[in-house]
């Protein structure tokens, strides 16, 4: 045992290669994209570093050529989801009680293995099943997930200084106990960090974790898992099960050994979890902690004294990149009359310049759509749009699955802020537009304040200061990641904290102390050096 404090290296953010042309990293990832393309793996289960095969077998495929599998996988089913709730629970002892630099040792070597030897495997994986073109690959599952790993072990660090006040006779301090139990880690498909953060976030804080992925994301998933391994996490810390959400979630939820839940995904879901969970608390040791990111309906204001190269610019890329399948994506646009003329020409400009097609073809800037449901679900508001009165289709408006789920970038343009593509979310290739009275600034803003339930990711573009101000203030609680002069996706570990309040979910801030926090239990300690050998007070005494 060391008698060291130790202090953790400075966490830094992850370079982003650039994949230009004849630039060494291109041609490793197109390397290592014929590698997996050209391959199909069996996927298992992963329960206590075990692998486990249950021969109930489903397809990973690329979302832009469906016909081909990339990967089949093993689902779980009752007996499995025990299975990993018992590992859970049996590592939880031993790994808690692992020195916390020890803990943080490993998620620098899962950080460093990042770096070198899996980019190019993350990212060729989240390229192929996720279908991310190679630069928002390179952003998600090299840079952001290694960021995840090395900032949250300093946020650690800081999480465990943090001690309270004593005096000369007394020593008051607070121990940061893991939860009392195992989290269960819900994820979704369109980030492999958030896989990564959703799943490890809890464990580096000293719990174990049951991680249900989304059926849409095994194969960096599983990359994830084997990375989880070669840096040295220990068997049962946290447990893969690929399976069927509401069987998972029902026998997870019922077991009094349930500390947490950390989720991302739909509105709808959360809701129907946290219920679950409230009927279920007198089942529970705690109460257990909820930290949820759901849904989004994202916003660009634009004000007439904004730069209109930059707001287009903006709209296009937070609308569109990766497919519009980001939780910050840009889904409704407020735009004055004054500027809707030199908007217009600018934005169908730029769409001009987008290219679709397969990930493999790296001129390629715009991908599939990651499934069946999801194409057939947004080609139905487009269908709508088009038959509204209320709307037009201003651009794209157009898909096709028959060899992979693609849509065009598609811009409505409708005369009701209160249309249904202004109001509900999408997660598509999907912006409508409305164009407002300069003179109603201020009406305008009561609208897009309670045109959404959600309040998640927002940007305003203006140039007055006086204006930027109002905006501001009167726009407070409809995002809780706010953009001032700049597109509403892309908040980066450790200088933009990430998560909405309203309906998108708890605002615990991934990337920050605040997640962290929220998979600890304090337990205050203090420590007597001259306790009291009597009971008496001066105010006993007599006149």
């Given at each position: 045992?060391?008698?060291a404090?130790f202090?953790?290296?400075?966490?830094?953010?992850?370079?982003?290669?650039s994949?230009?042309?004849?630039?060494?990293?291109?041609?490793?990832?197109?390397?290592?994209?014929?590698?997996?393309?050209?391959?199909?793996?069996?996927?298992?289960?992963?329960i206590?570093?075990?692998?486990?095969?249950?021969?109930?077998?489903?397809?990973?495929?690329?979302?832009?050529?469906?016909?081909?599998?990339?990967?089949?996988?093993?689902?779980?089913?009752?007996a499995?989801?025990?299975?990993?709730?018992?590992a859970?629970?049996?590592?939880?002892?031993?790994?808690?009680?692992?020195p916390?630099?020890?803990?943080?040792?490993?998620?620098?070597?899962?950080?460093?293995l990042?770096?070198?030897?899996?980019?190019?495997?993350?990212?060729?994986?989240?390229?192929?099943?996720?279908?991310?073109?190679?630069?928002?690959?390179?952003?998600?599952?090299?840079?952001?997930?290694?960021?995840?790993?090395?900032?949250?072990?300093?946020?650690?660090?800081?999480?465990?200084?943090?001690?309270?006040?004593?005096?000369?006779?007394?020593?008051?301090?607070?121990?940061?106990?893991?939860?009392?139990?195992?989290?269960?880690?819900?994820?979704?498909?369109?980030?492999?960090?958030?896989?990564?953060?959703?799943?490890?976030?809890?464990?580096?804080?000293?719990?174990?974790?049951?991680?249900?992925?989304?059926?849409?994301?095994?194969?960096?998933?599983?990359?994830?898992?084997?990375?989880?391994?070669?840096?040295?996490?220990?068997?049962?810390?946290?447990?893969?099960?690929?399976?069927?959400?509401?069987?998972?979630?029902?026998?997870?939820?019922?077991?009094?050994?349930?500390?947490?839940?950390?989720?991302?995904?739909?509105?709808?879901?959360?809701?129907?979890?946290w219920?679950?969970?409230?009927?279920?608390?007198?089942?529970?040791?705690?109460?257990?902690?909820?930290?949820?990111?759901?849904?989004?309906?994202?916003?660009?204001?634009?004000?007439?004294?904004?730069?209109?190269?930059?707001?287009?610019?903006?709209?296009?890329?937070?609308?569109?990149?990766?497919?519009?399948?980001?939780?910050?994506?840009?889904?409704?646009?407020?735009?004055?009359?004054?500027?809707?003329?030199?908007?217009?020409?600018?934005?169908?400009?730029?769409?001009?310049?987008?290219?679709?097609?397969?990930?493999?073809?790296?001129?390629?800037f715009?991908?599939?759509?990651?499934?069946?449901?999801?194409?057939?679900?947004?080609?139905?508001?487009?269908?709508?749009?088009?038959?509204?009165?209320?709307?037009?289709?201003?651009?794209?408006?157009?898909?096709?699955?028959?060899?992979?789920?693609?849509?065009?970038?598609?811009?409505?343009?409708?005369?009701n802020?209160?249309?249904?593509?202004?109001?509900?979310?999408?997660?598509?290739?999907?912006?409508?537009?409305?164009?407002?009275?300069?003179?109603?600034?201020?009406?305008?803003?009561?609208?897009?304040?309670?045109?959404?339930?959600?309040?998640?990711?927002?940007?305003?573009?203006?140039?007055?200061?006086?204006?930027?101000?109002?905006?501001?203030?009167?726009?407070?609680?409809?995002?809780?990641?706010?953009?001032?002069?700049?597109?509403?996706?892309?908040?980066?570990?450790?200088?933009?904290?990430?998560?909405?309040?309203?309906?998108?979910?708890?605002?615990?801030?991934?990337?920050?102390l605040?997640?962290?926090?929220?998979?600890?239990?304090?337990?205050?300690?203090?420590?007597?050096?001259?306790?009291?050998?009597?009971?008496?007070?001066?105010?006993?005494?007599?006149?």
């Amino acid at each position: 045992m060391s008698n060291a404090i130790f202090s953790l290296p400075e966490s830094h953010n992850e370079a982003i290669l650039s994949y230009a042309p004849g630039s060494k990293e291109r041609a490793r990832l197109k390397a290592e994209l014929d590698r997996q393309f050209n391959q199909e793996l069996d996927i298992p289960l992963i329960i206590g570093g075990k692998e486990i095969r249950t021969g109930k077998l489903q397809k990973a495929v690329c979302p832009h050529d469906h016909q081909h599998v990339l990967a089949r996988y093993h689902e779980a089913g009752e007996a499995e989801v025990r299975m990993a709730i018992d590992a859970a629970m049996a590592a939880k002892k031993d790994w808690e009680a692992t020195p916390w630099e020890d803990r943080a040792a490993i998620f620098h070597k899962m950080a460093s293995l990042i770096s070198s030897k899996y980019r190019y495997i993350l990212n060729a994986a989240t390229m192929l099943n996720q279908s991310k073109s190679a630069y928002q690959a390179e952003i998600d599952s090299t840079c952001e997930t290694a960021d995840f790993f090395r900032f949250n072990a300093k946020f650690m660090e800081d999480i465990y200084k943090h001690q309270p006040i004593s005096d000369p006779h007394v020593w008051n301090r607070v121990h940061y106990r893991a939860l009392e139990g195992f989290v269960l880690a819900v994820t979704p498909f369109n980030f492999t960090a958030i896989g990564a953060n959703l799943a490890t976030a809890p464990a580096i804080m000293g719990n174990t974790v049951v991680w249900k992925p989304a059926s849409t994301s095994i194969l960096s998933n599983y990359y994830l898992m084997q990375l989880f391994k070669e840096a040295g996490l220990p068997d049962g810390v946290i447990n893969f099960i690929p399976g069927r959400g509401s069987m998972i979630g029902k026998i997870a939820l019922e077991d009094p050994n349930f500390a947490g839940l950390h989720f991302t995904g739909s509105t709808g879901v959360f809701n129907s979890m946290w219920k679950t969970i409230g009927d279920n608390l007198s089942r529970y040791k705690s109460y257990p902690r909820l930290v949820g990111e759901t849904g989004g309906k994202d916003y660009i204001f634009m004000h007439a004294s904004a730069d209109a190269e930059e707001t287009a610019a903006a709209i296009v890329r937070a609308g569109f990149e990766y497919q519009g399948q980001k939780c910050s994506a840009c889904s409704r646009v407020y735009i004055p009359a004054s500027r809707w003329a030199e908007m217009k020409t600018l934005l169908l400009g730029l769409l001009a310049e987008i290219k679709m097609g397969d990930v493999r073809d790296f001129r390629n800037f715009f991908n599939a759509v990651i499934d069946e449901a999801a194409f057939d679900s947004t080609m139905k508001y487009i269908e709508l749009a088009k038959n509204a009165k209320d709307a037009e289709i201003l651009a794209g408006g157009k898909g096709d699955k028959s060899k992979g789920y693609f849509i065009e970038p598609t811009i409505i343009l409708t005369t009701n802020p209160k249309f249904v593509t202004m109001e509900e979310e999408i997660f598509a290739p999907v912006v409508t537009l409305y164009v407002y009275d300069d003179a109603k600034l201020e009406e305008t803003l009561k609208v897009l304040d309670q045109t959404s339930p959600y309040a998640l990711t927002g940007a305003i573009f203006a140039r007055d200061r006086y204006v930027i101000n109002q905006l501001t203030e009167a726009l407070a609680n409809t995002a809780g990641n706010f953009y001032i002069n700049d597109k509403c996706t892309g908040a980066v570990v450790g200088h933009q904290p990430f998560g909405g309040a309203r309906a998108s979910g708890t605002n615990d801030k991934a990337g920050s102390l605040l997640n962290l926090i929220r998979w600890t239990s304090p337990r205050t300690i203090k420590e007597s050096f001259t306790p009291p050998r009597d009971i008496k007070f001066p105010f006993l005494e007599a006149e």
